[in-house]
């Protein structure tokens, strides 16, 4: 191990934290969250157990904050946009994630979400949303926890919907099929289900990590496959932890795989409705001075 490495290994930096919480929702029913900017440790210690040869641990800066969806898209919000439904599990209802949508379906979806708010008022016009890159996803499912889970280090059936499918971890306890979203406790960001339920496509190309640090990682510029992150409802444990990565060609659909949407700050609107004040996140510290770059006027 080079000495660079030795260094930020014994201080992982953390993001800001903070005790004030901003959201808005959109015309869908889309919750976003504010995500500050900040620095962690992406990738898995060497002795996290499971971890995979892909994992290596590097330092990554944010420098920008974002608006994060709270829960993967669901049936409903897929429906609202696109006019159908691929979900195999439909009989779960409007509020259980969409599946079974490539990260080429994904791209279509965006493109006509962008397209609709483009006809919006003037004061919700100029939204942007994308998918995480998968340096965004990493940092907002730790929430400044450098645990392989939000919760701790070992996995635990009670806190998320994995293990019953290929896997028989979770048996006879989680369902064996996607559950609505929310239905577990949140991260200290109050993102849900970023373990489990179902795993969720990234913007990245695939690709091995930098061996030091970065700032505002996009990932490789090239690749076959595009990233996957947080395990799903039929696999093990080990594929729900934070560093867990996974990959697939952007045309492969699946009945664990969905995904959740990302907003650039500036592009949203805030009002009274949209506004949801402040909120303990358990000793978790974001004033509103650090809230950097937070737009709160209408655009």
């Keep these: ?31 976003f969250v504010y995500i500050p900017p900040g620095s962690f440790m992406m990738g898995s210690p060497e002795n996290e157990p499971d971890r995979d040869d892909d994992e290596k641990q590097h330092k990554v800066t944010l420098t920008k904050g974002f608006y994060m969806q709270t829960t993967e898209v669901t049936q409903g919000q897929w429906k609202a946009v696109m006019g159908n439904n691929p979900s195999r599990f439909k009989d779960c209802g409007d509020n259980c994630p969409v599946e079974n949508v490539s ?90 289900d970023m373990h489990g339920n179902v795993w969720e496509w990234c913007q990245d190309w695939y690709g091995d990590y930098p061996s030091g640090s970065v700032t505002d990682p996009m990932g490789t510029d090239r690749g076959s496959d595009r990233v996957e992150r947080g395990g799903g409802w039929s696999l093990n444990a080990r594929d729900c932890r934070s560093a867990a990565r996974y990959r697939n060609s952007p045309d492969v659909r699946d009945d664990d795989l969905g995904f959740r949407l990302v907003l650039p700050v500036g592009q949203q609107r805030l009002s009274e409705s949209g506004f949801s004040g402040f909120k303990d996140w358990g000793g978790f510290v974001f004033s509103l001075s650090n809230l950097q770059g937070l737009c709160l006027s209408s655009m």
């Design 1 to 31: 191990m080079d000495k660079i490495q030795q260094e930020e290994k014994a201080e992982p930096a953390q993001p800001q934290r903070s005790s004030g919480e901003k959201k808005f929702t959109n015309s869908i029913g889309m919750e």
């Design 103 to 192: 990260w080429d379906d994904v791209q279509k979806f965006i493109e006509k979400l962008n397209l609709d708010s483009a006809r919006l008022p003037a004061g919700e016009r100029s939204r942007t949303y994308r998918l995480p890159t998968e340096a965004e996803w990493e940092y907002a499912a730790r929430a400044g926890i450098t645990t392989a889970y939000f919760w701790g280090d070992r996995a635990d059936c009670s806190k998320a919907n994995y293990g019953n499918g290929f896997s028989d971890e979770c048996k006879g306890k989680n369902p064996g099929k996607t559950v609505k979203v929310a239905s577990f406790s949140p991260n200290a960001f109050g993102l849900y």
